[in-house]
Structures are given as C-alpha cells and as structure tokens.
C-alpha cells in the first residue's frame, strides 16, 4: 500500500504515513467523526452514536441506562473529538 499523498509505501494498519504524516484513511472508518461528535454531544444519553458506528449491542445499554447517567455518554463525545472512538469493526473514526 502507499501513500496516496506522497507515494511512499505504508503498513495498512498505519494511521498516518512515517514520510510526510498524511493520516491513512485506508486504516480508518468510513464513519464521520463529524456526525458522531454531533450525535454523541445531543443525543449521547440516548446512545444514538453508538447506533449510528454500528455498536447497536452497548447502544441499547446507552438507551436504557441513559449514558449511564451521562458519564458514559460525556466519556464517548471526549473519545470521539480526540480521535480516538471506534465503529463496529474496531477501526478509528478519524474523518470529519
């Protein structure tokens, strides 16, 4: 695989290229990091974010729970504004 910014090959499991630091996309979600900040921060006790990257299973935790009192909730929205949340399939949401 290579960059697609500057040609030089990288790992698929890289988030950002060793050789001009260009993040990977193809190491990362399709899922918008955008959508998911937005999600989580009005509808984040209702676990709506957790739906929308396909983790339907603590979603429904979210639901019934409500955020688990809104720390759950308040943990995810910092997860997702850093980078550093995930969907379904363990990939890092990292587009905006």
Known sequence: MHCTYCGQKISPEALNCPGCGEPNYAASSPKSRAAVVLLAFF?????????YVGKTGT?????????????WALIDLIMAICGSFTDAEGQKITRW
Not at 43 to 51: A, K, P
């Open 59 to 71: 979603g429904l935790i979210q639901l019934f729970t409500l955020g688990l009192f809104g720390i």
């Open 43 to 51: 509808f984040g006790c209702l676990g709506v974010h957790r739906f």
